[in-house]
């Protein structure tokens, strides 16, 4: 199970979720949050599709 946590705001949440190599994290609004039934101790999958994608280096 990946562990992850959410932080909310006035009205988007942070959703962070630890993959085991790198944290994946998305904002999303809170009526998303509440939807989405998310809460602490559940299990989340993270879903990902981008047509954008930026690397970096340090």
Do not use: F, Q
Not at 29 to 53: F, M, Q, R, W
């Amino acid at each position: 199970m990946l562990k992850g946590t959410i932080v909310k705001g006035a009205t988007t949440s942070h959703v962070r979720i630890d993959t085991g190599g790198a944290v994946v994290t998305a904002s999303i609004t809170n009526e998303a949050v509440a939807d989405l039934k998310l809460e602490k101790g559940k299990p989340a999958y993270a879903v990902i599709k981008a047509s954008d994608v930026m690397v970096g280096i340090d």
